[in-house]
């Protein structure tokens, strides 16, 4: 059942390829799984999954083709214990041969054995030299006459039960498709984040201490200098209202981890509704209107754009003007389009799924910003994208 494994991994999207197969099998030839269906489940996690985004689609994966299997095996094994718990009290001696043949027996032959066995044997065996069993000359067994260490079968298992673990899901919040909470927004805003050195040296520099200290043989020099301070300027706008409905909880999700972080030094907050006509706004009644011409005068090209919305709407919109005085006349994509050369790096994230991005307006805002799903993975690569600026 290896290469059905890999193949569902595959089907599932998981990057499995002729190396990680390679490299399993490898790790089962030397036993690292211990001979079990947990130790199995460990050790092809952890050479298969290089994304913790995947883990849970090989919990699936694993439950599926392995489902059932874990039940034989560990009826199987409970058959044997219930088989060795019962010893025979007399225990004829073994012979001169018998134990020199024992004897010659090195770790590595008696767990090869010891497996043989384990896959031919059919019923209890008592008394006997071969078998696993009790009360006999095998090495393989309980209460027998083996005059050196053999493999003793009894005890507890590992109890881990690796299909259970696999259905249990633990790993379903680390999927890059699914719905982002407060948690995941603010890690992925936190990479944001750039440090200069401002204000006053007062801040003990430890690496350039520790060098000047030795460059004055052992006499202590304390070096200081300004703290560092983030120098992140975010502006976040946020379509709210009518198609964006379905996603106000996101959207709650994506204000509340952006208004929670602490590493920025300025964040700046403004809603639209479908299409931004030379204004934004304070709030989402739209009450506190702010002119892309004030906010042009009071940010530079430093700024970083974020623009949240599905970008959906009728196609009209995005030509038409909005009539208010000292708007230019522009139409929306002109406004758009202004907003995008004035900042130096911008991105849009669309809570939409990618397979609902054929629309005419959504493709017509994607030629003017480099667009994302709102996912762990969108998050992570318009991130990016801010860092390296256009």
């Known amino acids: 059942m290896f290469l059905p494994f890999l193949y569902e991994l595959r089907a599932r999207r998981v990057p499995v390829g002729a190396q990680e197969a390679v490299a399993l099998a490898g790790a089962l030839s030397k036993g690292l799984h211990d001979s079990s269906l947990d130790g199995f489940y460990f050790v092809a996690r952890a050479?298969?999954?290089?994304?913790?985004?995947?883990?849970?689609?090989?919990?699936?994966?694993?439950?599926?083709?392995?489902?059932?299997?874990?039940?034989?095996?560990?009826?199987?094994?409970?058959?044997?214990?219930?088989?060795?718990?019962?010893?025979?009290?007399?225990?004829?001696?073994?012979?001169?041969?018998?134990?020199?043949?024992?004897?010659?027996?090195?770790?590595?032959?008696?767990?090869?054995?010891?497996?043989?066995?384990?896959?031919?044997?059919?019923?209890?065996?008592?008394?006997?030299?071969?078998?696993?069993?009790?009360?006999?000359?095998?090495?393989?067994?309980?209460?027998?006459?083996?005059?050196?260490?053999?493999?003793?079968?009894?005890?507890?298992?590992?109890?881990?039960?690796?299909?259970?673990?696999?259905?249990?899901?633990?790993?379903?919040?680390?999927?890059?498709?699914?719905?982002?909470?407060?948690?995941?927004?603010?890690?992925?805003?936190?990479?944001?984040r750039a440090f200069t050195r401002e204000g006053q040296a007062d801040e003990v520099d430890i690496d350039q201490t520790i060098d000047l200290t030795a460059k004055n043989l052992g006499e202590l020099e304390v070096a200081i200098r300004p703290p560092r301070k983030s120098n992140t300027r975010v502006i976040l706008l946020m379509d709210v209202g009518g198609s964006m409905d379905p996603f106000a909880l996101l959207m709650s999700r994506l204000f509340s981890a952006a208004k929670k972080a602490t590493h920025f030094k300025e964040l700046r907050t403004y809603y639209f509704h479908n299409c931004i006509y030379g204004r934004v706004y304070k709030n989402a009644k739209f009450s506190d209107p702010v002119t892309l011409s004030q906010l042009f005068s009071e940010t530079d090209r430093r700024y970083k754009l974020i623009v949240v919305g599905d970008a959906l709407m009728a196609p009209?919109?995005?030509?038409?003007?909005?009539?208010?005085?000292?708007?230019?006349?522009?139409?929306?994509?002109?406004?758009?389009?202004?907003l995008r050369e004035h900042f130096q790096s911008s991105v849009w994230l669309n809570p939409e799924p990618p397979s609902g991005w054929w629309q005419t307006t959504v493709d017509v805002l994607r030629r003017v910003y480099p667009m994302y799903p709102l996912t762990l993975e969108g998050l992570g690569e318009a991130v990016q994208t801010l860092i390296r600026a256009r």
Not at 55 to 60: E, H, I, K, P, V
Not at 80 to 103: G, I, S
Not at 144 to 154: E, K, L, S
Not at 319 to 330: A, F, I, K, N, R
Request: without cysteine; hydrophobic residues 35%; aromatic residues 8%.
């Open 47 to 192: 050479l298969l999954i290089h994304d913790e985004k995947h883990l849970d689609a090989f919990d699936q994966a694993f439950a599926k083709v392995f489902e059932g299997i874990e039940t034989t095996a560990t009826e199987l094994h409970q058959q044997l214990l219930d088989w060795v718990k019962e010893a025979r009290e007399k225990l004829p001696e073994l012979t001169e041969e018998e134990r020199a043949l024992l004897e010659q027996l090195d770790g590595d032959e008696l767990q090869r054995l010891f497996d043989e066995r384990l896959r031919e044997q059919k019923e209890r065996h008592d008394g006997g030299n071969k078998w696993i069993g009790t009360a006999g000359s095998s090495p393989f067994g309980n209460s027998g006459r083996v005059a050196r260490p053999g493999i003793r079968v009894g005890g507890s298992g590992g109890g881990k039960s690796a299909v259970r673990v696999a259905t249990a899901r633990n790993f379903r919040e680390y999927r890059d498709d699914l719905v982002l909470d407060v948690r995941q927004l603010s890690m992925a805003l936190r990479k944001l």
């Open 316 to 338: 009209w919109e995005l030509m038409s003007v909005s009539g208010w005085p000292g708007d230019e006349g522009l139409e929306g994509i002109g406004w758009m389009m202004r």
